[in-house]
């Protein structure tokens, strides 16, 4: 069964989803640009059976508030606000694309919160020539359309403490690549990797969708890394 909540933030409410076991440790999830909690329904209950999962809409996003300033840090520091109204003091956090940005800055910010980090297809803190970005689609979209603009240069020039602090992440980390088919630099993931300590990479040729366009083995290689029964693995 899966229950919608909102948790009231500073600026604005943060909408998240709530399915899984009752009491069963707790998973975050966290979604790509443009997408939402919706978007990991595909892998659902398969990646986590044992936990009680949380895949929130960040903001901007879905049904969460779209309060105009948009940024990183300032997504991090929701999911952090989230942790502390549901008093949940340790997770497992999974993030795609943006939403593993996300992710391992919560992980370098507060690393005794994070007790496994799965970071998909995730874009690495290295500085990348910037593109036009599209004007905003005639039809509704679900998200906020300034997201766009302000996440992709932060994504174009990140702040340099990101790579540094890479070292800083204590979690056992699972990197899983799109492989070549995908838009971000496989080369510069591998490079983020090897910065995690506890840290290995895994390579779904599936393009950046990995979970979308491989959901089978993308539970493949997940799910054991999250099972609690199987905390010895790597």
Known sequence: MTTHGIVELPEFTLAYRESGRPGGPPLVLLHALGEGADDWAGVLPR????????ALDLRGHGASGRPGRYGL???RDDVLGFLDALGLERVDLVGHS???VVAYLVAQEQPGRVGRLVLED????YPRPATPVADAPDGPVGFDWAVVKAIKAQIDT???AWLERLAEITAPTLVVAGGPASHVPQDRLAELAGRIPDCRMV???????VHRARPAEFVAAVA???NPAGRGLR
């Open 203 to 209: 390579t779904v040729e599936a393009g950046h969708l």
């Open 73 to 75: 840090t300032g997504m």
């Open 158 to 160: 990140p702040d340099r």
């Open 122 to 125: 995730v874009p690495a803190p």
């Open 47 to 54: 990646l986590a059976p044992d936990h009680r999962v949380y």
């Open 98 to 100: 943006m939403g593993g």
């Open 224 to 226: 054991p890394f999250l």
